[in-house]
C-alpha cells in the first residue's frame, strides 16, 4: 500500500528551533529530531524564513551537498549548446537554474531518510537528503508558484510499490545529485487514488534533473515519468526500467550529463495522448548510451539533435514525425528501421533533415530501411555511414545537397530508395542539389 499513515507530522520549524535553542551541531539536530519521529510514517516539511532560525540550521555542515555548494563561486553552470535556426528554437529551452549544477544550500533543510517514513515537502525551498530507507516517498506536495530543489546527497530508497520521488504539485521541481545515490522500486506500482503513479521518479509538473553526483534507477516500470516538461542537464545517471527509461509528456529536453538506459521497451520517450501537436524530444549535449527493447528515442512531433554523444541499441533507433540532426554523434544499431519518420503528429510533414553531425548507422538484416521517411528526406550536412541492404527509403521528396554519404564502405552522391514509385519530387538525381534515385 502506498505510505501515507500520518501517525505523526513533524515541522521543519521544530527542526530549526531545536538547532537555534543551543549550540547543537547539524548531527546532533538530525539525531533529536530523528529520535522524535521514531515509528512516523509521515514527516512534514516545510519552508522558514528566519534568518535567525535558518543560520542555526545550517551551522557545521558535513554534507557533500554543502561543501561544493558553499559559496556562488564554486557553483559549477553547464552551458547549453542550443540553436534558434533549428525546425524548433531552443534558445528558451534551459534556465539557469537548470544548468547550474549545484544548489544554493545557504538557507536549505536537511532531512535523514528513515525506513517505512515518508517526507512531504509543502512550500518552496531547498532540502537536503541523505540516509538509507526502505518504503520511504519523498512528496512534494507544494504551492502552483513554488520552486522546490532536492538535493540528494548519498541518498538510499528501495521501495516495494511507490515512487521514491513523487512530485504531487509545484511549479517546478528540482533533483539535484550530489556523492552516490540509488533509488528503486521493486514491485507492482500503487495507484495514488486516480493517479497511476508508475515511475521510480514521478512527476506531474515540471522536472530538472542535474547535479554533480551520480544517480542509479531501477525500476519493475518506468524509471523516470514527467506529465510536463523534463530536463537533465547534469550529473551521471543510470536506469534499469523493464518498461520506459525516460517518459515525459511535453517534452525531454537535454543538455549535459552522462546518461546510460537499458529499457524494456522505449529508452526515452515522449508523448501526450490528449494532444497531438506536443510531446518533443530536444538533445543539445551530453553522453547518452541507449539501450531499448523497441526505440531508443521516440517522440510524438520532434526529434531535434544539436549536439552530444549518443550511442543506441534499439528495434527503432530514432522515430518521431519531424526528425532533424544538426550536429553531434551519433552510433546507432537497429534491429528494424534506424531512423523513422511516421505521420504521429498533425503538425509536421513526415521529415528526415541532417545538416550535420556523424552518423553512424548499422542495420541489421531482413526488411529493414537506414533512414526511412514516411514523407521527405533531406540531407544537407554532416556525414552519413550507413551499413544496410537498404540506406533509404522515403514516400515524399528527397533531396541531397552537401554533406558526406557512405553506404557500405563506399562514398556516394546518390540518395537511393529502397521502393520503386512514392510521392512527388522523385525521379532521378545525383550529387548535391539533385533529387536521389528512385
Known sequence: MYKKLTTAIISAVLILSLAACGSKTDEEVKTNTQAAVNGASTVKVENVSSEEETTAATEGKTTAAATEASSATEAITETANVTSGGVMDATDFFTDRDL??????????????????DVTISSKGVYVVSGTASNATIIVDAGDDDKVQIVLDNATITNDDSPCIYVKNADKTFVTVSGSNSLSVTGSFTSDGDTKTDAVIFSKDD?????????????????????????????????????????????????????????????????????????????????????????????????????????????????????????????MTASDDGVNAAKKSSSYTPTIEVNGGYITLT????????????????????????????????????????????????????????????????????????????
Open 100 to 117: 547550474a549544477q549545484t544548489a544554493d544550500t545557504s538557507e536549505a533543510q536537511y532531512i535523514t531518510l528513515s525506513d517505512g517514513q
Open 207 to 331: 522536472i530538472t534533473i542535474n547535479g554533480t553526483g551520480s544517480l542509479t534507477i531501477v525500476s519493475s516500470d518506468n524509471g523516470i515519468s514527467g506529465k510536463d516538461d523534463l530536463k537533465i542537464t547534469g550529473g551521471t545517471i543510470n536506469i534499469t526500467a523493464s518498461d520506459a527509461g525516460i517518459e515525459a509528456n511535453d517534452s525531454i529536453r537535454i543538455a549535459a550529463g552522462n546518461i546510460t538506459v537499458s529499457a524494456g521497451n522505449d529508452a526515452l520517450h515522449a508523448e501526450n495522448d490528449d494532444d497531438n501537436s506536443t510531446g518533443f524530444i530536444y538533445i543539445c549535449g551530453g553522453t547518452l548510451d541507449l539501450k531499448a527493447g523497441d526505440d531508443g528515442i521516440h517522440a510524438t512531433t520532434v526529434v531535434q539533435i544539436d549536439g552530444g554523444t549518443i550511442n543506441i541499441t534499439a528495434g527503432e533507433c530514432i522515430e518521431g514525425t519531424y526528425i532533424q540532426i544538426n550536429d553531434g554523434t551519433c552510433t
Open 363 to 438: 542495420m541489421g538484416q531482413g526488411d529493414t530501411d537506414g533512414f526511412d521517411s514516411n514523407g521527405n528526406l533531406y540531407i544537407n550536412g554532416g556525414t552519413l555511414d550507413i551499413t544496410a541492404q537498404s540506406p533509404f527509403d522515403y514516400d515524399g521528396e528527397a533531396s541531397y545537397t552537401g554533406g558526406t554519404i557512405i553506404v557500405n564502405g563506399e562514398e556516394t552522391n546518390q540518395i537511393t530508395n529502397q521502393f520503386m514509385g512514392g510521392g512527388p519530387g522523385g525521379g532521378m538525381g545525383g550529387g548535391p542539389g539533385g533529387r536521389g534515385n528512385r
